[in-house]
């Protein structure tokens, strides 16, 4: 199975229970806010992208290089912690190895923007 098959595989089936942790806990939302600034970047090998090695969530992460430092950067936190915390955004299925977000998670980043300016 390709990335871009795989890919599409987790897309199509989110984990929408995960996103209930992000309404109370506003650290792991910001994080998220981070994640998405600092997308990952296709690994390639022989100026080829890589292919997952494992047809599971795994191995579809193992096909990018996370920005650990510029996320780090962004929330002015340790490195340690950035990757603690893309970690767990990553365990829970909040975030997608090409950067991108859940459907779920993208609107309540909206409705806590629109809830601070309303």
Do not use: H
Not at 25 to 49: H, I, S, W
């Amino acid at each position: 199975m390709t990335y871009e098959e795989l890919l599409e595989q987790y897309k199509a089936n989110p984990r929408r229970e995960s996103a209930v942790v992000l309404l109370d806990d506003a650290e792991l939302l910001n994080y998220t806010v981070y994640f998405k600034q600092c997308p990952p970047e296709r690994l390639l090998m022989a100026g080829d992208p890589v292919e997952p090695m494992a047809a599971n969530w795994t191995g579809l992460w193992e096909c990018v290089a996370v920005n650990y430092d510029g996320i780090a950067l962004l929330a002015d936190d340790e490195l340690v912690k950035a990757r603690k915390m893309v970690e767990r955004l990553k365990g829970l299925r909040l975030v997608y190895p090409d950067g991108s977000l859940p459907e779920l998670v993208t609107k309540i980043i909206t409705k806590r923007i629109l809830g601070a300016l309303g």
